[in-house]
């Protein structure tokens, strides 16, 4: 299995912060990678797809880039619906995810 | 509007077998461009990806989990279905089931996430 290294694990950020989340992956993963956001009590919801690409809906505020191994979530204006639980995952072999990044207000 | 919904018991014994179903609505679970699947989270832990079921019926589990877990297609209830065999407290989590889109590219690049999860259901192992 493909292990998936999230960081920070946590991080604190107020309302306007530009905010940068890392995944790096055990091995090259093309671009198979995948961002979702959680919120407690809900389930994951698809952001980026194929490392870079924006789920219809989502906000373009939320940008993914890298190839490879290494990748980054960037929030450019962070907005108070977006204190959640971040995740990674891999989809180049059979799906791992991430640790998971919980971003909180400052 | 695609929903996706779990049902099964939320108290399952030790040593017994889990059983869930999804119910999906608003698309088929027989159309090639999408998969369908399964995935846990321990209470207060990540996410855990169990298995996977093609529109085919072909099925990919996790090697952690292979020996205990069954996922089929139930098309004319446009249901699919887990079933965990010889639980223990380590399998208390929630579980989600999930759409898997089968994403594929001009340029040839194929791949694929989950696009549209249930809203999960919690099971808990216990006597």
């Not at chain 2, 919904?5 to 679970?29: F, N, R, Y």
């Amino acid at each position: 299995d493909i292990l998936m290294t999230q960081s920070p694990s946590s991080l604190s950020a107020s309302v306007g912060d530009r905010v940068t989340i890392t995944c790096r992956a055990g091995q090259s993963i093309s671009s198979h990678l995948s961002w979702y956001q959680q919120k407690p009590g809900k389930a994951p919801n698809l952001l980026i797809y194929a490392a870079s690409s924006l789920q219809s809906g989502v906000p373009s505020r939320f940008s993914g880039s890298g190839s490879g191994t290494d990748f980054t979530l960037t929030i450019s204006t962070l907005q108070p619906e977006d204190f959640a639980t971040y995740y990674c995952q891999q989809s180049y072999t059979t799906p791992t995810f991430g640790g998971g990044t919980k971003v909180d207000i400052k | 509007q695609l929903q996706l919904q779990e049902s099964g018991p939320g108290l399952v014994k030790p040593s017994e077998t889990l059983s869930l179903s999804c119910t999906v609505s608003g698309a088929s679970i027989r159309s090639s461009t999408y998969s369908w699947g399964w995935i846990r989270q321990p209470p207060g832990k990540g996410l855990e990806w169990v298995g996977t079921l093609s529109h085919s019926g072909s099925t990919y589990y996790n090697s952690s989990l292979k020996s205990r877990v069954t996922i089929s297609l139930h098309t004319s209830k446009n249901q699919f279905s887990l079933t965990l065999s010889s639980v223990t407290a380590a399998d208390t989590a929630v579980y989600y089931c999930a759409r898997r889109w089968n994403y594929y590219e001009t340029s040839g690049f194929e791949t694929h996430f989950f696009d549209s999860w249930g809203q999960g259901t919690l099971v808990t192992v216990s006597s």
